[in-house]
């Protein structure tokens, strides 16, 4: 018997079953952290004064997102493959 005409690889981690799980901030849900999505929330400070009492640039903090809650929370949008199928269909 031949060989495939490729190799087929795991891109995602060196072995399968060894993915990181993340929890999405909004639903709690488990999610590869190759398909979650990275969002920063919290605050900068504008005001020159208070920057100076406060000593502090702002506080960010790093969320993960899943794919449904970032569609519903408008994160991310579909893809252009998506839209232009969308609009085909309605014609």
Known sequence: MGKAPYRRIYKHSS???????????????KVPKYKAFVKYVGFRITDPVLK????????????????SCARFRGIIQPGKSRKSRRVSSNV
């Not at 799980?21 to 909004?26: G, L, M, N, R």
């Open 52 to 67: 100076k009492q406060i000593k502090s640039m702002g506080s960010y903090k790093k969320i993960y997102v899943c794919p």
């Open 15 to 29: 072995s399968r079953g060894s993915e990181r799980y993340v929890e999405c901030a909004y639903c709690h849900k």
